[in-house]
């Protein structure tokens, strides 16, 4: 058992400190049922990569305690670094019930807030975090945009300014930050990541972490549908943990879409699995962590 001091000793942490330090990307795969679990693991463990899990919100309440803490065994027990985080917990309560519970990390999304309170209420996310040893992902600006379980923004998508992150980094003590310059939660409009991601943003990017520094990785949210090159772009400009969905289960829900009806439950979970945990390696191998385990 490691002897370090929070947060060195937090599994996130570690991750994506090693990646941030080594130049590469840590997929952070959003996942709905053990099918997800099972085909991030096992992709993980073949392309002997380093993974983290994601829970939204929506599982706490669906699926209950009981399998968040079946997931945490798994992760614990691969043979591959694997952690576990609650993604966009935006109600109270939901971080509550996440804090209570045997997870790595938490990303509280109180960016709606915006400016001084989303900071006053992760510094205070942070300080009950600190005790229990999970670490905090936070997002500065407004990330646009709709995703499972999340609402669509009502106002329009705010940048991150790179001295605010700066700021709210030392005042908050969170340990990862997720910027907004052009990505969008959900499906890009017709031109894309490439005409959202305009230049000036991603030079926004390298700005942002520079001035957070290196002891605090970035977070790309925002990642359905963006090219192999462009997640390239976002590891070189300071991203470690790249939040990943429709990316690599899209392969899994259409094969059980064409197959329901046709196969037998057990091998349609089987081959299910199969192709999700193939989406992933894929990923793993863009991304470059495919054998930094």
């Known amino acids: 058992m490691s002897t370090a001091e929070f947060p060195a000793n937090n599994k996130t942490w570690q991750i994506l400190h090693k990646a941030r330090k080594e130049g590469y990307g840590v997929g952070a795969f959003n996942c709905y049922n053990n099918d997800g679990v099972m085909a991030i693991i096992r992709a993980a463990e073949a392309k002997k990569s380093p993974a983290i899990i994601q829970l939204f919100p929506w599982t706490m309440h669906f699926q209950g305690p009981a399998f968040i803490r079946y997931v945490a065994e798994a992760a614990r027990m691969a043979s591959v670094p694997i952690a576990l985080h609650i993604d966009h917990c935006i109600k109270v309560e939901d971080v509550q019930t996440a804090l209570s519970l045997p997870i790595d990390s938490i990303m509280v999304d109180a960016s709606s807030a915006g400016g001084e309170l989303n900071c006053q209420y992760c510094a205070e996310v942070v300080r009950q975090?600190?005790?229990?040893?999970?670490?905090v992902e936070a997002e500065v600006g407004r990330i646009d945009g709709s995703e499972d379980g999340l609402p669509r923004a009502d106002v329009e998508a705010a940048l991150t300014d790179p001295e605010e992150a700066r700021a709210f980094v030392a005042k908050s003590g969170v340990h990862f930050l997720a910027p907004s310059f052009g990505n969008i939660h959900g499906p890009y409009p017709a031109e894309g990541a490439e005409g959202s991601w305009q230049l000036d943003r991603r030079i926004r990017l390298e700005s942002i972490s520079q001035k957070v520094g290196p002891d605090v990785p970035l977070v790309l949210?925002?990642?359905?549908?963006?090219?192999?090159?462009?997640?390239?772009?976002?590891?070189?400009?300071?991203?470690?943990?790249?939040?990943?969905?429709?990316?690599?289960?899209?392969?899994?829900?259409?094969?059980?879409?064409a197959n329901a009806g046709s196969l037998e439950l057990t091998a349609l979970k089987e081959r299910s699995v199969e192709v999700y945990a193939k989406?992933?390696?894929?990923?793993?191998?863009?991304?470059?962590s495919s054998g930094q385990s």
């Open 221 to 257: 949210h925002g990642t359905h549908p963006v090219s192999d090159d462009l997640f390239k772009v976002a590891i070189r400009r300071g991203v470690a943990k790249i939040n990943l969905n429709r990316t690599v289960r899209d392969p899994y829900t259409g094969f059980v879409a």
């Open 279 to 288: 989406s992933i390696e894929r990923m793993l191998d863009v991304i470059g």
């Open 129 to 135: 975090a600190r005790p229990l040893g999970i670490t």
